[in-house]
């Protein structure tokens, strides 16, 4: 059952994975390409850097010609002192169009029904309230940013275990042993995490309209007046740590 459940939320991740991908294709395919050829050339730096350093470390020491390995490591700092700013600016740009999208397609989905009956519905608002990214204070754009820093990641550490495995295999299996247990028990902990997010949207929604009325103006008065400001605190307290 534990074998299934873990093979359940890889599958779960590699799903949303590309789900995330095809939803920046469909809200800006020049931005989305862009980022990914962006993510995958700084995921390819600190591999290239340590075999171009390699060469020309190697290349001194035997009196080789160095020109090679010397204009890699140059051009390779240079591309990434452009790069940077760039992937930047092109995630940042994602972020804000794929979250306009998403709020575009939450309104139309609202005021499409007749009536206004869906609107009380509480799982309904728990849902509205996910999409947003309320639960997680993260907007669904955000995953343009946060997502490449996962793949150049992912990339630099492949290619850093090929490089280590040419060498001493031994240590690239004992490396790679020991990630993928770190990655297990982290993985699990967020997935844990998730789930608990998610499953008690309403509580947290509670806590947050709570926390709303105590720090906006809008119900100062009546906060007041009623001497619920500890009240207000105790029980977004209690509700953020159930």
């Given at each position: 059952?534990?074998?299934?459940?873990?093979?359940?939320?890889?599958?779960?991740?590699?799903?949303?994975s590309t789900r995330l991908l095809r939803l920046f294709y469909a809200t800006d395919?020049?931005?989305?390409?862009?980022?990914?050829?962006?993510?995958?050339?700084?995921?390819?730096?600190?591999?290239?850097?340590?075999?171009?350093?390699?060469?020309?470390?190697?290349?001194?020491?035997?009196?080789?010609?160095?020109?090679?390995?010397?204009?890699?490591?140059?051009?390779?700092?240079?591309?990434?002192?452009?790069?940077?700013?760039?992937?930047?600016?092109?995630?940042?740009?994602?972020?804000?169009?794929?979250?306009?999208?998403?709020?575009?397609?939450?309104?139309?989905?609202?005021?499409?029904?007749?009536?206004?009956?869906?609107?009380?519905?509480?799982?309904?608002?728990?849902?509205?309230?996910?999409?947003?990214?309320?639960?997680?204070?993260?907007?669904?754009?955000?995953?343009?940013?946060?997502?490449?820093?996962?793949?150049?990641?992912?990339?630099?550490?492949?290619?850093?275990?090929?490089?280590?495995?040419?060498?001493?295999?031994?240590?690239?299996?004992?490396?790679?042993?020991?990630?993928?247990?770190?990655?297990?028990?982290?993985?699990?902990?967020?997935?844990?995490?998730?789930?608990?997010?998610?499953?008690?949207?309403?509580?947290?929604?509670?806590?947050?309209?709570?926390?709303?009325?105590?720090?906006?103006?809008?119900?100062?008065?009546?906060?007041?007046?009623?001497?619920?400001?500890?009240?207000?605190?105790?029980?977004?307290?209690?509700?953020?740590?159930?």
């Open positions: 059952m534990r074998q299934n459940g873990a093979v359940g939320r890889g599958w779960g991740a590699r799903v949303a395919r020049r931005l989305t390409v862009a980022l990914v050829a962006m993510t995958v050339a700084r995921g390819l730096f600190f591999p290239i850097l340590t075999l171009a350093s390699g060469a020309l470390v190697g290349a001194l020491r035997d009196g080789r010609p160095v020109a090679v390995p010397l204009t890699v490591v140059i051009t390779a700092f240079a591309v990434r002192r452009i790069l940077d700013p760039l992937l930047a600016q092109v995630s940042s740009l994602l972020t804000r169009r794929v979250d306009e999208e998403l709020i575009t397609r939450t309104m139309r989905e609202l005021i499409a029904p007749v009536g206004m009956a869906h609107m009380e519905d509480p799982d309904l608002r728990d849902r509205v309230t996910q999409a947003q990214g309320a639960v997680t204070a993260v907007s669904p754009g955000e995953a343009a940013t946060r997502m490449p820093t996962v793949w150049v990641d992912w990339i630099q550490g492949t290619l850093a275990l090929a490089i280590v495995g040419r060498s001493y295999p031994l240590l690239a299996v004992a490396l790679l042993a020991s990630y993928l247990v770190a990655y297990r028990i982290a993985r699990k902990h967020w997935h844990e995490v998730t789930l608990v997010l998610y499953h008690r949207t309403d509580d947290l929604r509670r806590s947050y309209y709570l926390r709303t009325l105590a720090l906006t103006g809008d119900a100062a008065k009546e906060t007041r007046v009623f001497g619920l400001g500890s009240w207000l605190v105790d029980e977004n307290r209690s509700g953020w740590l159930a």
